[in-house]
Antibody, heavy 120, light 114 residues
Framework: QVQLVQSGAEVKKPGASVKVSCKAS????????IHWVRQAPGQGLEWVGM????????DYAQKFQGRVTVTRDTSTSTVYMELSSLRSEDTAVYYC?????????????WGQGALVTVSS | QSVLTQPPSVSGAPGQRVTISCTGS?????????VHWYQQVPGTPPKLLIY???NRPSGVPDRFSGSRSGTSASLAISGLQAEDEADYYC??????????????FGGGTKLTVL
């Protein structure tokens, strides 16, 4: 069965960077894009960016351009999301999610989430 | 402030039917982009409920249905059950003036089962 297992919670100081991992299993890793969606405490969902593991092409929300980098390691079926220049507003649960179908643009499988807390 | 507007909350009694709207514009839903819906029980990841405006993934009860018309979409839940109490989000795409297309979510709607 499809599983996305994320790394654990992180506490970072303002200005630092954080790197969250998402290990995929149960399917052909390079066949489906992986997306990152975040959710601030008590708030809604916000799309951060995505990667096509087959080739490594990425796309990011304009809001995060220049601060976010999504990469993948095909040898371990793992996707990484690195966010730099952290500020308190970046405190959120960060989810990785896989599209349901190879040709679709909707997220059918989700990781458990990783809480990133930015605090001095 | 999301480009897709949802009511902050809706409520209904068990057995009733409720609808949740998702209102966009000509640069997102009105441009022909599909709308998808997610259900999120607080403290858990979202779950895909409806994709491609009106399709249900395997395992989603047919009590849930979706539609799209013009610049809006809606999610209907019939035969309301206590387990339906959750937050619901619509998702689509927005095209900017520069031609960039990006994912957008609605602000979310909290469903309370009375």
């Amino acid at each position: 069965q499809v599983q996305l297992v994320q790394s654990g919670a992180e506490v970072k100081k303002p200005g630092a960077s954080v790197k969250v991992s998402c290990k995929a299993s149960g399917y052909t890793f390079t066949s489906y894009s992986i997306h990152w969606v975040r959710q601030a405490p008590g708030q809604g969902l916000e799309w951060v960016g995505m990667i096509n593991p087959n080739g490594g092409n990425t796309d990011y929300a304009q809001k995060f351009q220049g601060r976010v980098t999504v990469t993948r390691d095909t040898s371990t079926s793992t996707v990484y999301m690195e966010l730099s220049s952290l500020r308190s507003e970046d405190t959120a649960v960060y989810y990785c999610a896989r599209v349901l179908d190879a040709s679709g643009y909707y997220l059918g499988y989700w990781g458990q989430g990783a809480l990133v807390t930015v605090s001095s | 402030q999301s480009v897709l507007t949802q009511p902050p909350s809706v409520s209904g009694a068990p057995g009733q039917r409720v609808t949740i709207s998702c209102t966009g514009s000509n640069s997102n839903i009105g441009a022909g982009y599909d709308v998808h819906w997610y259900q999120q029980v607080p403290g858990t990841p979202p779950k895909l409920l409806i994709y491609g405006n009106s399709n249900r993934p395997s395992g989603v009860p047919d009590r849930f249905s979706g539609s799209r018309s013009g610049t809006s979409a809606s999610l209907a839940i019939s035969g309301l059950q206590a387990e339906d109490e959750a937050d619901y989000y619509c998702q689509s795409f927005e095209s900017s003036l520069s031609g960039f297309v990006f994912w957008v979510f609605g602000g979310g709607t909290k469903l309370t089962v009375l």
